[in-house]
C-alpha cells in the first residue's frame, strides 16, 4: 500500500492500493483502493467509482483522492477490455457493454462488501451510472450519485450537436468497428478503444433499452433494475450533450423502487467561466464547487442543489413509468 503525504513528516492522508477483483466468470480486473487513514479522518463509508464508456480509470484519481481525504474509501477500477483491464488483443473477446455491469460492476460491489464495512455509495458518470441496475448485487448499495448518465439514445442528444454525433458514433463507429474487429478509438483520438460489441451496443441503442436484448432476457433485465431501492441524485449540465435532460430521465425511468432527484447545474452555479460539457466534472478544478458540494449527498443523502430540481420521482413498484 501506498501512502500520499503532503510534506515530509507528516502522517499520510491517504493510503493507495493496487487491487484486483476476480468476476464470477474469472475475468480479473484491475483498479486501485484509496483509503482514508483513520489517524487524520473518520471512514465515512466506501465508494465505488463508475468510469464512463471509453475513459481509463485513472482519469478518476484525483477525485478519488479527494474522496479519501474527506474521509471515504474508494475504488476505482477499469472495466473489462478498458485500461489496465484489457486482454491482450480485443478482436473477437465477446465483451458487451452489458457486462460491465452485469459480470463487473457486481463483482466490484461484492469485492467491497467483502472488505469494507459501513455504508456503500456509487458515483457513476455517464453509463456508469446506467450500468449498476444490470447487477445483482447492485441491492447492497446504499446511494447513488450519477454525473450525465445515459444510455446513447440517439434522439435525446443535444438538438444543435445531433447531427454531428450521430454521424460519430452511429455511423462512422460501427462502419471502423466492422473494418477493424474493434473501435480503434485511441487512434482516432476518440476517447479509449473498445470492445466490438460495447461499441455496437452503442451505435445501435433503441429507444427501449432491453430491446437491445433476446426477448427472453427482457423481463429479467427489467426485475432487476426495479430490484434497486437506493436514493439516486442524477447531475446533468445545462451543456451536455450526451447527457440532456430527456437522456437523463429515460435511464432514471428504469430504477423504478429508488427515490430519484434529477439536477440541471448551470456553468455559472459551478463558479466556471468555460465549458462543462460531459467530462470536466471529474477535473481537478472542480474540486472547490462540484466536488465539495456533492459531499453533502455522499455523507449525508443532503441535495446540494436543491433550486437546480428538474424532476424528482418516488419509487414505485411497477414497471410503467420506464416503459412509456
Given amino acids: 500500500m501506498t501512502p500520499v503525504v503532503d510534506a515530509p513528516g507528516e502522517v499520510e492522508r491517504v493510503l493507495v492500493e493496487a487491487v484486483a477483483i476476480r468476476c464470477r466468470d474469472d475475468y480479473l480486473l484491475h483498479g486501485?483502493?484509496?483509503?482514508?487513514?483513520?489517524?487524520?479522518?473518520?471512514?465515512?463509508?466506501?465508494?465505488?467509482?463508475?468510469?464512463?464508456?471509453?475513459?481509463?480509470?485513472?482519469?478518476?484519481?484525483?477525485?478519488?483522492?479527494?474522496?479519501?481525504?474527506?474521509?471515504f474509501d474508494v475504488l476505482t477500477y477499469d472495466y473489462r477490455g478498458i485500461g489496465a483491464s484489457r486482454p491482450g488483443t480485443l478482436r473477437a473477446c465477446g465483451i458487451r457493454w452489458r457486462d460491465w455491469g452485469e459480470l463487473d460492476f457486481d463483482a466490484a460491489v461484492r469485492w467491497t462488501r467483502g472488505r469494507q464495512g459501513g455504508s456503500l455509495s456509487v458515483v457513476g458518470h455517464s453509463i456508469g451510472g446506467f450500468l449498476p441496475g444490470f447487477a445483482e448485487a447492485a441491492n447492497l448499495v446504499d446511494r447513488l450519485l450519477t454525473v450525465g448518465a445515459q444510455f446513447a439514445y440517439w434522439p435525446d442528444y443535444d438538438a444543435g450537436s445531433r447531427l454531428r454525433m450521430v454521424a460519430k458514433w452511429h455511423l462512422a463507429m460501427p462502419a471502423v468497428t466492422a473494418l477493424a474487429g474493434y473501435f480503434p478509438g485511441r487512434r482516432l483520438g476518440w476517447l479509449e478503444d473498445l470492445p466490438a460489441g460495447v461499441a455496437y451496443e452503442w451505435s445501435f441503442r433503441r429507444a427501449r433499452m432491453e430491446l437491445s436484448y433476446p426477448p427472453g432476457q427482457r423481463e429479467a433485465i427489467l426485475a432487476r433494475f426495479a430490484a434497486v431501492g437506493a436514493p439516486i441524485l442524477a447531475v446533468g449540465t445545462t451543456d451536455d450533450e450526451?447527457?440532456?435532460?430527456?437522456?437523463?430521465?429515460?435511464?432514471?425511468?428504469?430504477?423504478?423502487?429508488?427515490?430519484?432527484?434529477?439536477?440541471?447545474?448551470?456553468?455559472?452555479?459551478?463558479?466556471?467561466?468555460?465549458?462543462?460539457?460531459?467530462?470536466?466534472?471529474?477535473?481537478?478544478s472542480r474540486s472547490g464547487t462540484f466536488w465539495t458540494s456533492a459531499l453533502d449527498w455522499l455523507r449525508?443523502?443532503?441535495?446540494?442543489?436543491?433550486?437546480?430540481?428538474v424532476h424528482a420521482t418516488p419509487p414505485c413498484r411497477s414497471n410503467t413509468e420506464a416503459s412509456r
Avoid: C, K, M
Avoid at 473518520?42 to 475513459?55: C, D, E, K, Q, S
Avoid at 450526451?242 to 437522456?247: E, K, L, M, N
Avoid at 423504478?256 to 463558479?271: E, G, I, K, Y
Avoid at 449525508?300 to 430540481?309: C, I, K, L, T
Fill in 32 to 71: 486501485h483502493l484509496w483509503r482514508t487513514n483513520p489517524r487524520r479522518e473518520p471512514v465515512l463509508g466506501t465508494i465505488i467509482v463508475n468510469p464512463a464508456t471509453g475513459v481509463v480509470a485513472r482519469y478518476y484519481h484525483a477525485y478519488a483522492r479527494f474522496l479519501a481525504e474527506h474521509g
Fill in 300 to 309: 449525508d443523502g443532503r441535495n446540494p442543489w436543491p433550486e437546480a430540481v
Fill in 242 to 284: 450526451f447527457g440532456t435532460p430527456s437522456a437523463i430521465r429515460r435511464g432514471l425511468g428504469y430504477y423504478t423502487s429508488s427515490p430519484r432527484t434529477q439536477v440541471q447545474l448551470t456553468p455559472a452555479a459551478l463558479s466556471a467561466t468555460t465549458i462543462i460539457g460531459h467530462f470536466s466534472l471529474f477535473h481537478p
